[in-house]
C-alpha cells in the first residue's frame, strides 16, 4: 500500500518551482530543502528559478522529507486512479487533468508507512491543498480524491487534536453483497474493516459505525483480539481481528 497524495490540477495550470517557493514563505510547517538543479540545499541560497531542474523538489516538515514531483513546465503525471470521491463535482474524472505527486523522500526508504511518516505526508499535501488552481487532493492509499478545502479542513483538524478524515485519508466501499469495509486504513493500522451485510443494511448508520471505529483504530492501532463497543445508538457492538488476514470484522451484540 502506497504512501503517495496526489494534487490534481486543469491541464497546462500545474505549480512551478517558483509556485512551491512562494507557498514556502507563507507557510510555517515546510521550506525547501533541496532542489536538483542546482545540488544545493535551499540554506546556502540560489538564483530564484521557475523552470529550471527536473521537475521536482525535496520538502523538509517537521524533520521529515519528501519528493514533490510533476512540477511544470516539465512532464507531469496523469491523474491517478481512484473509486471514491468526497466533495467534488461530479464530472471531475471527465476533466483533462495533471497532476504533481507526493511521497517520502530517499531517506525515509523502509519507512514510507510509519505512522509518524503518514501522518506528516498527509498535513503536507493539505498545506499543498492551497496552491492556487487544485481542483482535487488525491491518497492514493483510498483511492480517493477530495475536493481541497474538505481535505484540508480534516486533516488539518485532525493533526491539531480533532477526529481522523475517514473520508479522504480512508474510504467506504460498498460490496456486492450488500458489506461495506474500509479502503486504506491499512496504510494507518495494518488491517482493513469488514461490516457484513446484516451490519450494513441501514447505510448511514453502518457508516457512522464505520467511521467511529476507524477513528478509535487510527489511535489505537493493529488489534490482535476481540474488542467489545457502544454504537452509535447505544447498541453493543463486536469487534475482532478474522484469523490469518488483515481483516477486522464487526458485528452487532453482546461477546
Given at each position: 500500500m502506497m504512501s503517495a497524495a496526489s494534487l490534481l490540477f486543469r491541464a497546462g495550470e500545474r505549480p512551478t518551482l517558483a509556485d512551491i517557493r512562494a507557498l514556502a514563505r507563507r507557510e510555517d510547517s515546510f521550506c525547501l530543502s533541496f532542489e536538483p538543479a542546482t545540488d544545493t540545499p535551499r540554506e546556502t541560497g540560489v538564483e530564484e528559478r521557475g523552470d529550471t531542474g527536473q521537475g521536482w523538489v525535496e520538502l523538509l516538515s517537521s524533520g521529515l522529507t519528501f519528493h514533490l514531483s510533476g512540477l511544470a513546465p516539465h512532464a507531469g503525471e496523469g491523474a491517478p486512479r481512484f473509486a471514491n470521491r468526497y466533495g467534488l463535482a461530479a464530472d471531475l474524472a471527465e476533466r483533462p487533468l495533471e497532476a504533481i505527486t507526493l511521497v517520502p523522500g530517499p531517506h525515509l526508504a523502509g519507512g514510507e508507512r510509519m505512522f509518524p511518516v503518514v501522518r506528516c505526508l498527509a498535513m503536507l499535501a493539505a498545506r499543498l491543498a492551497g496552491l492556487p488552481g487544485v481542483e482535487g487532493v488525491a491518497w492514493h492509499a483510498a483511492e480517493a480524491i477530495s475536493a481541497p478545502d474538505f481535505y484540508a479542513r480534516g486533516v488539518l483538524a485532525w493533526v491539531e487534536g480533532g477526529p481522523f478524515p475517514g473520508l479522504g485519508l480512508t474510504a467506504l466501499e460498498e460490496g456486492a453483497d450488500g458489506s461495506l469495509r474500509s479502503?486504506?486504513?491499512?496504510?494507518?493500522?495494518?488491517?482493513?474493516?469488514?461490516?457484513?451485510?446484516?451490519?450494513?443494511?441501514?447505510?448511514?448508520?453502518?457508516?457512522?459505525?464505520?467511521?467511529?471505529?476507524?477513528?478509535?483504530?487510527?489511535?489505537?492501532?493493529?488489534?490482535?483480539?476481540?474488542?467489545?463497543?457502544?454504537?452509535?445508538?447505544?447498541?453493543?457492538?463486536?469487534?475482532?481481528?478474522?484469523?490469518?488476514?488483515?481483516?477486522?470484522?464487526?458485528?452487532?451484540?453482546?461477546?
Open positions: 479502503r486504506g486504513l491499512a496504510l494507518f493500522t495494518g488491517q482493513e474493516l469488514y461490516l457484513p451485510a446484516d451490519v450494513a443494511q441501514d447505510r448511514a448508520d453502518a457508516a457512522k459505525l464505520a467511521l467511529r471505529l476507524i477513528n478509535w483504530l487510527v489511535e489505537h492501532g493493529k488489534i490482535t483480539e476481540t474488542f467489545s463497543f457502544t454504537g452509535p445508538s447505544g447498541e453493543p457492538i463486536g469487534l475482532e481481528p478474522v484469523e490469518n488476514s488483515a481483516i477486522l470484522r464487526v458485528w452487532r451484540g453482546s461477546l
